[in-house]
């Protein structure tokens, strides 16, 4: 009989299509995974991969034995999970993904003191601005923002805010404060590069009406932390979400501008797998999260 680990070890490397990044999400050598992988495929006399220089693919056998080794999988973690689920356990392991800058700033803090509550629970994080793929990046959860068109994730809505054009009153102490959102393009303006692209269209809507302003930018970057750092050291105008700057706007660091011409409120969401069985560790953390969105909502409300 093969071991369980080298049935995972070959899962992921047929998401990853790769035998080195596989195994080092498993701290293994690109030698000792390979290895692993021959182990297994001689265990079951069947060649899983079709290898070659630049890619591992499936054979036919191959996709029918991860198939089925990914829906046995899922059925043993279920059973654990519902052992845990029926003793209220929070342990083992959680991965999630985060955006930059409200991960970084606002999440993390608040994963920290759920870890106090359950130090038996290692929660690992992830952060970036890109849209995450749960399977390829190997994460239990991620938090994101916007409507989602992947139909097979299950969500879980934390809270509803709008974005909201900002800049450090040293910015408009030496450029002027815009007065309508048409007059950014006059301004420097720092541009968040989602995917690769650009998010250059800022929406706003005024009396009912939704329109978009296109900006060039002063600057961009693919971090949302990094759009803030600039907005607060007065390189420009950012547009970020009320979760990203409530606090420094409440302190003075960053004014809000346009108050009469907000955006169209967004979701923030907690998003998971459709086929994974929502453990007591994963609904615990969802729960918490909604709590303190909440939480900080009526902290900061929206000025």
């Known amino acids: ?147 989602l068109e992947d139909s097979g994730l299950m969500r879980r809505q934390l809270a509803m805010m709008p974005r909201v054009a900002v800049a450090a009153p040293s910015y408009i102490q030496q450029y002027g404060q815009p007065h309508q959102p048409k007059e950014l393009v006059n301004h420097k303006t720092l541009i968040l590069n989602r995917g690769g692209q650009p998010w250059s269209k800022w929406p706003f809507s005024s009396q009912d009406t939704d329109y978009h302003v296109e900006l060039i930018g002063c600057k961009s970057s693919n971090d949302g932390a990094v759009i803030k750092d600039w907005a607060l050291a007065g390189k420009g105008i950012a547009f970020k979400s009320w979760f990203d700057v409530a606090k420094e706007i409440h302190q003075g660091k960053l004014k809000r501008l346009f108050t009469e011409q907000a955006s169209t409120k967004i979701p923030l969401q907690i998003v998971y797998l459709q086929t994974d069985y929502p453990s007591h560790k994963v609904r615990a953390v969802i729960d918490f999260l909604k709590e303190k969105c909440q939480q900080f909502t009526q902290q900061y409300p929206l000025i």
């Not at 009989?1 to 998401?15: C, G, K, V």
């Not at 499936?58 to 689920?85: C, V, Y």
């Not at 849209?131 to 991620?142: F, G, R």
Request: glycine residues 6%; hydrophobic residues 40%.
């Open 1 to 147: 009989m093969y071991h369980l680990n080298d049935l995972q070890l070959a899962i992921r490397i047929a998401d990853l299509k790769s035998v080195s990044a596989a195994g080092r999400e498993q701290g293994m050598t690109p030698a000792a995974a390979s290895a692993a992988l021959q182990r297994l495929e001689k265990k079951i006399d069947c060649l899983l991969f079709a290898r070659s220089t630049r890619q591992m693919t499936l054979t036919e056998e191959g996709q029918l034995f991860i198939d089925s080794g990914r829906q046995a999988l899922t059925l043993l973690n279920n059973a654990s999970n519902a052992l845990a689920d029926n003793r209220g356990e929070l342990q083992g392991e959680l991965r999630i993904a985060l955006p930059s800058d409200l991960g970084r700033n606002i999440i993390r803090p608040w994963l920290d003191e759920f870890s106090l509550r359950a130090p038996e629970l290692n929660i690992s994080l992830y952060f970036g601005d890109q849209m995450t793929d749960l399977i390829s990046q190997n994460v239990h959860l991620a938090v994101r923002y916007g409507q």
